[in-house]
């Protein structure tokens, strides 16, 4: 097994952000996740790079952080993991018990954190946010589809026929670059801790051009203009929804950083992308006026 592993995960704009792994368990844990995420190998993390440093240390030592009072200590005890945050550096820390055992449902609820983790420096310093949703294209065009918990999201990427594409059912990272909003896929992490589907990988360097906005709803098969402060309260709560969920155990100060950036770009890829109702059916073709929208 190797002792040390990198990977990056490029975003739209130039920006990226490293997982440098350092011991076997480490190693194997950040190579799942790469292999996974379509993360891209390479030989270092520059000095300079956003990233995360996960770094293998004995159960002994990982007692003492539990109830550490540092404020920029943040434990995770169901995996024995910490993490070493200072906000005002782009390397985040994180300390994993060597040779803790894992079976397979909770070595998918870490890989789930550890992704994040990563993600997170540019979710602080750089003009990227994740998204609660469906990051669909057609012919080059890209398409978000969201809605609350339970709305028939993962239904609806599903249904969508060819020449649709389905990136990701689940999640996403957007970024604003200044010459448009890109979005590009993130792994469905539950389906390597809840067996809701065969495992499978995704392409998270792919970046789209995000072109629409839908926030979906149940009834008849049509897309209509939405309002664009009820587009703003929509799309600006399914980016605030991924970062209560996956950083919920982040500092106040960080979390209140992250939902201020939420409602910023949440609102600036409103006012620079058309947003829509869309209304779907459990068996009714609703992707054809989406289509329609896209062509006119």
Same mark, same amino acid.
């Given at each position: 097994?190797?002792?040390?592993?990198?990977?990056?995960?490029?975003?739209?704009?130039?920006?990226?952000?490293?997982?440098?792994?350092?011991?076997?368990?480490?190693?194997?844990?950040?190579?799942?996740?790469?292999?996974?995420?379509?993360?891209?190998?390479?030989?270092?993390?520059?000095?300079?790079?956003?990233?995360?440093?996960?770094?293998?240390?004995?159960?002994?030592?990982?007692?003492?952080?539990?109830?550490?009072?540092?404020?920029?200590?943040?434990?995770?005890?169901?995996?024995?993991?910490?993490?070493?945050?200072?906000?005002?550096?782009?390397?985040?820390?994180?300390?994993?018990? !060597?040779?803790?055992?894992?079976?397979?449902?909770?070595?998918?609820?870490?890989?789930?954190?550890?992704?994040?983790?990563?993600?997170?420096?540019?979710?602080?310093?750089?003009?990227?946010?994740?998204?609660?949703?469906?990051?669909?294209?057609?012919?080059?065009?890209?398409?978000?589809?969201?809605?609350?918990?339970?709305?028939?999201?993962?239904?609806?990427?599903?249904?969508?026929?060819?020449?649709?594409?389905?990136?990701?059912?689940?999640?996403?990272?957007?970024?604003?670059?200044?010459?448009?909003?890109?979005?590009?896929?993130?792994?469905?992490?539950?389906?390597?801790?809840?067996?809701?589907?065969?495992?499978?990988?995704?392409?998270?360097?792919?970046?789209?051009?995000?072109?629409?906005?839908?926030?979906?709803?149940?009834? !008849?098969?049509?897309?209509?203009?939405?309002? !664009?402060?009820?587009?703003i309260v929509g799309f600006t709560k399914s980016i605030g929804d991924m970062t209560k969920l996956?950083?919920?155990?982040?500092?106040?100060?960080?979390?209140?950083?992250?939902?201020?950036?939420?409602?910023?770009?949440?609102?600036?890829?409103?006012?620079?992308?058309?947003?829509?109702?869309?209304?779907?059916?459990?068996?009714?073709?609703?992707?054809?006026?989406?289509?329609?929208?896209?062509?006119?």
């Open positions: 097994m190797r002792e040390t592993f990198t990977a990056m995960l490029p975003v739209a704009g130039g920006g990226a952000t490293f997982y440098q792994a350092t011991g076997p368990f480490a190693t194997e844990i950040i190579q799942r996740i790469a292999n996974i995420a379509g993360l891209k190998s390479v030989d270092s993390m520059p000095d300079d790079a956003f990233g995360c440093r996960f770094t293998e240390i004995q159960r002994e030592e990982a007692e003492k952080y539990i109830s550490s009072p540092d404020p920029e200590v943040i434990t995770y005890p169901e995996n024995y993991l910490t993490v070493h945050l200072n906000p005002k550096k782009k390397i985040i820390d994180v300390y994993l018990v !060597k040779g803790r055992y894992l079976n397979e449902q909770k070595t998918g609820f870490l890989m789930r954190c550890l992704y994040y983790l990563g993600v997170l420096p540019l979710l602080i310093h750089a003009n990227t946010v994740c998204v609660h949703g469906i990051l669909a294209e057609l012919n080059g065009k890209g398409a978000i589809i969201s809605g609350p918990s339970g709305i028939g999201k993962s239904t609806a990427a599903r249904r969508l026929p060819p020449p649709w594409k389905i990136h990701s059912d689940d999640c996403l990272l957007l970024t604003d670059t200044g010459n448009g909003i890109f979005a590009q896929p993130v792994p469905t992490w539950s389906i390597y801790f809840a067996n809701t589907d065969k495992p499978r990988t995704f392409d998270g360097t792919k970046t789209v051009k995000v072109e629409g906005l839908f926030m979906l709803d149940r009834d !008849k098969n049509a897309v209509e203009p939405l309002d !664009k402060m009820q587009a996956e950083l919920g155990r982040m500092p106040d100060n960080i979390r209140k950083e992250l939902f201020l950036k939420a409602l910023s770009l949440g609102t600036s890829a409103v006012r620079k992308i058309p947003a829509y109702h869309l209304f779907a059916t459990i068996d009714g073709d609703f992707w054809t006026p989406m289509r329609q929208v896209f062509e006119s």
